[in-house]
Structures are given as structure tokens and as C-alpha cells.
């Protein structure tokens, strides 16, 4: 699938082009209320690791699909699990997320309409 779109540092958007051309799929925002999640497998990891207030992902089936992650695009849900959402114990100061908003696309259209801030907003609302 080409990536034309991608821009860097933009997930959401990302996602927004990418889920208008895949049925039945989720859009999942992922985040925490201390708004620092650790992901790995990111290709703007500083070092293996990289720490996100938010990240937004796509899920259609068993599948992932992450523009950031350096893992397979798509990939399995398992091994993006297992890779990029690891549990950091040797980093302190840092919780796995505590919970992922998972939004069916019909929804995400009218979401996307709302700016970024109230995005962020929804996130720390858990909505």
C-alpha cells in the first residue's frame, strides 16, 4: 500500500486518509492520563524507544496498521502488542496506557471535523 500521504508527527491525520479507504476498520486512539505512553518499534525513536501523548492506529481485522512503527505495515495485532506496546520495566517514571478509545469509522469522519485540541481534549476525558 503506498504512503503517499504520511507526514511525519501527524498521526491522526494519517489515519483520517488511510481509514477513508478501508472498510470496516477502527480508528484507536491510544493514551494514558499522564499523557506519556511508551511505544517501541517507532521509526522517530531517539533510541528504542520513543514517548507520545497520544498515538492513533488503525485496526481492520487482525490487523495494524501504524505509518510510525518500524514493525510490518500492516502488521498482526499480536506482534504489535507484544513489540510496540511492550511493558517498560526498566523505564521508570513511564506507565504502560491505561486505556485506547476505539472509534468505528462512520464515527472518525465526524471526530476528524474537530480540531486537534479537542481531540487532545477527548483523549484526556477518556471519551
Given at each position: ?39 517501541w518499534k517507532q521509526k522517530l525513536a531517539p533510541e528504542d524507544y520513543v514517548v507520545w501523548d497520544y498515538h ?72
Amino acid at each position: 500500500m503506498a504512503h503517499s500521504f504520511y507526514t511525519k508527527y501527524y498521526c491522526e491525520e494519517n489515519i483520517y486518509r488511510l481509514c477513508r479507504l478501508l472498510q470496516d476498520s477502527y480508528v484507536v486512539f491510544i493514551s494514558n492520563p499522564a499523557q506519556k505512553v511508551v511505544f517501541w518499534k517507532q521509526k522517530l525513536a531517539p533510541e528504542d524507544y520513543v514517548v507520545w501523548d497520544y498515538h492513533v492506529i488503525l485496526l481492520k481485522k487482525s490487523l495494524v496498521y501504524d505509518f510510525d512503527t518500524t514493525l510490518n505495515f500492516p502488521c498482526s495485532i499480536s506482534d504489535y502488542c507484544s513489540q510496540s506496546l511492550k511493558t517498560p520495566f526498566t523505564l521508570k517514571g513511564f506507565e504502560r496506557f491505561s486505556f485506547a478509545c476505539i472509534i468505528m469509522l462512520i464515527d472518525i469522519i465526524e471526530l476528524f471535523l474537530v480540531s486537534c485540541i479537542s481531540l487532545r481534549l477527548l483523549l484526556i476525558a477518556g471519551i
